[in-house]
């Protein structure tokens, strides 16, 4: 419909709206016919520019589908053009309530002389509106009944006025978007997300000519309030279209025979957090779009919803998931469920402030390899050591002996990361997660310890996210953002690592076992799980996306068995499966990379050594980890059992001498642990000697 040029008051028009004022006034009123209409043009409100009329805020995926409106004053009105909404519907709306609305100038004086004589007839008691559309926009507009005379003349200059005014589409999108549905329902799009629970743009025969009935009389007619009024109202239109040329007899038949929706369905509600953060943040504007998926949030908050509820009361979940080439956020879950009081449902938990367990390794190891001091392939001791009062254990309390770094990575052991961390630097590990947008939090005043490296720093996974992203990218960090202005911020332009550190990191992390639900070598990633049990964490990529996920209680409370490895990584898998695409493979290894086995690497990269291993050795003798002093072993030695008494040790320089009773029971070159077999039951004293003759014992009780 294109344009209505702006017209001037005609001697026809006055002649109409005078005998008008004549059947509704009387004569008198008539002689003051043109006073009277200037009277109305001045009071009527200024003609609606439809970019900022208030309507709802919606906010809408990267495709423009719908993920969370917002009632304004309590009433949801939004916005609706006619390009998109069912074609048919507006055949049977034009049909139904106004079939000149193409040709006329807002009035259809036959039908307002019509309702003129009807009214006289009825002792002045309107019997039918003769209302164009344009007129019942104008109606809308002001909110006031025009079920009187004098009304019913200030609606037709007010009709005028936005014929004058606006085009044809601009009144009709008026229409679609001010129209009462019911309740605090306005608009068509309000209506069938409402009654359908899906967008007007497809709608079937019965459901159109329900939406042409209702505005009529929409509390009368709510089908959940009245679904007999509904379903006679409904049908009335159906029949009448069949009159009209619009439906066949069939095609009304079949609308006749389907139910009328007797409930509401719920405005969605996808992303809630990350929506009410961008209307927070832009409220003035009316459709803010972001970058995520529809399809995969709605996947993945039923996902996120259903692991909390087999975890237990009071466990969360949060998702995260973005594009690692763009930084663009493709799903954001920060919930097990907005509105879950136990676990805190309203908390964004994507960006709130945990401790990341040991999810920071891979990224310690990857600045060794960066420094030149470690190879995947090089050996490290996995053995107790005191760092002064600081004094790491692995998660089992177990310790492996030497192993390689690809093993210490793969089997998240503690020790060798933290002498690692210690070799590397905790300034540097702060300054790299900087480098990848992560703002890690410390105790006020406190500068960054060794225990950071098993999660002694308060991090998002928001943040861990945009660190594991910048590995996937070959150490290239990227900006996250959910929204399309974001997407123009300055690139984070430092490196977190080189390219050969950061594939050897992914190569690793490509090897770490899976789940049982998961397939193995098909992402890269890494659990975690903090102190006391409160937070488990999975984190990994293929070659385009990543995903992090959290579990545990938003009050920090503990949670018994939650762990990364058996509460996260299944969350992780299964995110990567609603994917609905094949895993993207990893990066290529870049130049540089050497890839062979520990005996043919270097002689300086086939063990790894701190660089002031001196130093080390030197600040701390050899202690006796195991036993303590002072404490009963049960051997089963009464029993004739043959237990060997084990004797483990930290810090000091090797080679260590071992003795028991003054006797020596064996040295080892780098091994810190040794056995020995007592002769039977009684006291026993320990004793280990260093290279540096430092020395400590221990005196226990064998049985």
Not at 29 to 55: F, K, N, Q, S
Not at 232 to 241: G, I
Not at 359 to 386: C, M, N, Q, V
Request: aromatic fraction near 6%; charge should be neutral; proline fraction near 9%.
């Amino acid at each position: 419909m294109s344009p209505a040029p702006r017209r001037r008051w005609g001697a026809r028009r006055l002649l109409a709206i005078g005998l008008l004022l004549l059947l509704v006034l009387g004569s008198g009123g008539a002689l003051c016919l043109r006073a009277t209409i200037e009277e109305i043009r001045a009071t009527l409100p200024p003609v609606p520019d439809l970019a900022t009329m208030p309507v709802s805020s919606v906010v809408v995926d990267r495709d423009g589908a719908l993920l969370r409106p917002f009632t304004i004053a309590g009433r949801w009105r939004l916005p609706a053009a006619p390009d998109a909404v069912d074609r048919q519907f507006l055949r049977m709306l034009l049909a139904y309530e106004d079939r000149d609305f193409a040709s006329h100038h807002g009035i259809n004086w036959w039908s307002m002389l019509r309702a003129a004589g009807q009214f006289v007839g009825a002792g002045g008691r309107i019997v039918s509106g003769g209302s164009t559309l344009s007129m019942q926009v104008a109606r809308l507009l002001e909110g006031e009944p025009t079920r009187n005379g004098w009304g019913k003349l200030r609606q037709m200059v007010h009709a005028d006025a936005l014929e004058r005014a606006l085009s044809k589409d601009q009144i009709l999108a008026l229409y679609l978007t001010l129209a009462p549905y019911g309740g605090n329902l306005e608009g068509i799009r309000a209506a069938s997300l409402a009654y359908f629970g899906k967008e007007p743009v497809r709608l079937t025969p019965a459901e159109a000519a329900l939406l042409v009935a209702l505005p009529q009389s929409p509390e009368a007619r709510r089908p959940d309030r009245d679904p007999q009024a509904a379903l006679a109202s409904r049908n009335l239109v159906l029949e009448r279209m069949v009159s009209r040329g619009i439906l066949t007899a069939d095609d009304a038949a079949a609308g006749m025979s389907e139910p009328i929706p007797t409930a509401r369905h719920p405005f969605p509600l996808l992303a809630p957090h990350l929506a009410q953060a961008a209307l927070v943040a832009a409220p003035d504007q009316r459709e803010i779009r972001l970058t995520l998926k529809r399809p995969l949030q709605a996947a993945l908050e039923r996902l996120g919803a259903v692991r909390a509820a087999q975890l237990g009361p009071g466990v969360s979940v949060a998702i995260l998931v973005a594009d690692q080439s763009s930084g663009a956020i493709v799903a954001s879950v920060g919930s097990a469920g907005l509105f879950a009081e136990d676990s805190a449902g309203f908390v964004d938990m994507t960006k709130a402030v945990r401790s990341p367990g040991s999810t920071l390794k891979p990224l310690i190891y990857g600045l060794a390899f960066e420094l030149g001091l470690a190879h995947p392939e090089s050996l490290i001791e996995d053995r107790p050591t005191a760092f002064g009062s600081y004094v790491p254990v692995n998660f089992d309390g177990y310790s492996r002996g030497t192993v390689s770094i690809r093993q210490a990575l793969t089997e998240s052991l503690n020790i060798p990361a933290v002498v690692v961390l210690d070799a590397v630097g905790t300034a540097r590990l702060v300054s790299r997660l900087r480098r990848a947008g992560a703002t890690p939090l410390l105790p006020k005043g406190a500068a960054p310890g060794l225990a950071m490296g098993l999660g002694g720093v308060g991090l998002t996974l928001r943040d861990l996210v945009g660190v594991y992203a910048a590995l996937g990218r070959g150490g290239t960090p990227v900006h996250l953002h959910e929204t399309l202005t974001q997407a123009d911020e300055p690139p984070l332009a430092a490196p977190v690592l080189d390219a050969t550190a950061a594939w050897y990191v992914a190569d690793i992390l490509g090897d770490v076992p899976p789940p049982l639900n998961g397939s193995p070598g098909r992402i890269a990633y890494k659990t975690g799980t903090s102190y006391g049990y409160r937070d488990g964490w999975a984190i990994g990529f293929d070659g385009q996306t990543v995903i992090g996920v959290w579990v545990g209680r938003p009050d920090g409370a503990p949670v018994p068995g939650l762990s990364g490895v058996s509460s996260a990584a299944p969350i992780l898998f299964e995110s990567f499966d609603r994917l609905g695409a094949p895993a993207v493979p990893l990066r290529q290894p870049p130049p540089g990379v050497l890839r062979t086995a520990n005996s043919e690497l270097p002689q300086p990269l086939r063990r790894f050594r701190h660089p002031d291993e001196t130093r080390v050795a030197q600040q701390s003798g050899p202690e006796i980890a195991f036993p303590l002093d002072g404490v009963d072993l049960d051997l089963g030695l009464a029993g004739g059992s043959d237990s060997p008494l084990t004797v483990k040790i930290r810090n000091g320089a090797p080679p260590f001498t071992f003795f028991a009773n003054g006797a020596p029971i064996g040295s080892s070159a780098f091994a810190r642990q040794n056995s020995w077999h007592p002769d039977g039951p009684g006291f026993v004293e320990l004793a280990v000697v260093d290279a540096q003759g430092r020395a400590d014992s221990a005196t226990v009780f064998v049985q």
